[in-house]
C-alpha cells in the first residue's frame, strides 16, 4: 500500500510546489535530529524528508498521483532515502534558501596557514648595546618538513574532502532559544577547518608539514639598542601549518645593568667623587667611557656639590645614527674626615685668610633653596 506522502507533510494533494516547500520547512524546523534529539522525532524526520522529496520531484509526485509509490520500486520496506542526501539542518535550509547566515557560509579556510611569530629574550651588557653585536642564538622553532615538503602526504597519495563537514571547514548546530532556533558555525573538528584531511600522512611530520627543529642563527644585533628593544628577523618565526610561510623572529634585549653607568635613553650617568681641594682648584681627571676609552674629564675650579661636567656625545650611540648620547658626570664633592695636626693647622690658616666667610642660614626663597624644597614639597604631596 503506497504511503500517505501528502498526509505526512500535511498537505492537500493540490498542494503547490510553494505550499510542499513550506510544510516541509516547518516540519523539518521541529523534527530535525540537530534540533530533537527524540528517537520519535527523527523517525518522523525520515518519513517527512522522504516525503518531501516525492513530492518535490515532479515525476515523482505524478507516480503518487497515480496511486504508486516511487520510493517502493527498490523492494526493500523502509526505503525512505530522503533524509540521506541531507547534513545539517543548514543543508535543508541552503537548499531552499540559500542559507540562513546572514553572512553565508564561510570557504574552508584551507590547510597551508602562515605560521606565527616567534620571541627569544637575550642579554646584552651595556657594551653590547653600544657597539652593537651579532648574537648567536639557538632557536627553538617549527620548520619545514624536508620529508614532504609540506605537503603532508605519504609518498604521492593526496589530501582528501573532509567526511564530518564535506569540505566546508565548519559545522552547524541549531539551537532553539526565545528567538526561534539560531544556527551557530564552528570549525570542523575533525580537519580543524581546513575542508580536507589526510588519509596517508607523511611519515615525518604526521599531516602537518612541518616539524620541530633547534638550529643556530646568527641575529645582527645594531649599536644603541636598549633594554626592551626588539630585533625583527624576517621568516625567521615558526612555519606555518601545511607548510605556510614562516612568521618573524623577534629578539628582545635584556640590557644587563652596568657597574658604572645608569643609562637614560642616549645618555650616561656616572658619579665621581671629587676632593674638595680638586673642586676648589679645579682638575682634570681621566674616567671610563663607553666607547672611547680612558678621556679627560674637566672639574672647573669652584664645583659646588651636586653640579655636573658633561661630556658631550660620549654617551651611547644613537639607533640608526651616527649621533650619540653624552656622558654625564655628577660629582660629589668629597670633605675630608681624618685630618692629621699639619693639616687641620693648614686649615685653619686657610681659614683666617677668608676672614669674612660665616656659616649661614639661608632664606627659604633664596635660588639655592627654591630647588630643595620644590622637591620637598613633591614628596609631600605625593604620599
Ligand atoms: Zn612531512
Ligand atoms: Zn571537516
Known sequence: ?????????????????????????????????????????????????AAYEVLSDAEKRRIVDMGGDPLESGGGPGGFSGAAGFGGLGDVFEAFFGGMNTSG???????????ADSLLRTRLSLAECAVGVTKHLTVDTAVLCDLCQGAGTNGNSKPVRCETC???????????????????????????????????PCRKCGGDGRVRSRREIAAPIPAGVANGMRVRLAAQGEVGPGGGPAGDLYVEIVEQP??????????????????????????????????????????????????????????MPKLRSSA????????????????????????????????????EVLSAQSEHNSGLFARLRASFSGR
Open 166 to 200: 564535506g569540505g566546508a571547514g565548519e559545522v552547524q548546530t541549531v539551537q532553539r532559544s526565545f528567538l526561534g532556533q539560531v544556527m551557530t558555525s564552528r570549525p570542523c573538528p575533525t580537519c580543524r577547518g581546513a575542508g580536507e584531511t589526510i588519509p596517508d
Open 324 to 359: 650619540r648620547g653624552d656622558m654625564i658626570a655628577h660629582l660629589d664633592i668629597v670633605v675630608p674626615t681624618k685630618l692629621d695636626a699639619k693639616q687641620s693647622d693648614l686649615l685653619r690658616k686657610y681659614k683666617a685668610m677668608r676672614n669674612g666667610e660665616r656659616t
Open 1 to 49: 500500500m503506497a504511503r500517505d506522502y501528502y498526509g505526512l507533510l500535511g498537505v492537500g494533494r493540490n498542494a503547490s510546489d510553494q505550499e510542499i516547500k513550506r510544510a516541509y520547512r516547518k516540519l523539518a524546523r521541529e523534527l530535525h535530529p540537530d534540533v530533537n534529539p527524540d528517537a520519535d522525532a527523527q523517525e518522523r524526520f525520515r518519513e517527512v524528508s
Open 258 to 315: 652596568h657597574d658604572m653607568f645608569v643609562r637614560d635613553g642616549d645618555d650616561l650617568h656616572c658619579t665621581i667623587r671629587v676632593p674638595m681641594v680638586d673642586a676648589a682648584l679645579g682638575a682634570t681627571v681621566v674616567v671610563d667611557t663607553i666607547l672611547d676609552g680612558p678621556t679627560e674629564l674637566t672639574i672647573p675650579a669652584g664645583t659646588q656639590p651636586g653640579e655636573v661636567s658633561v661630556l658631550r656625545a660620549h654617551g
Open 105 to 115: 557560509p564561510r570557504r574552508p579556510r584551507g590547510r597551508v596557514q602562515p605560521g
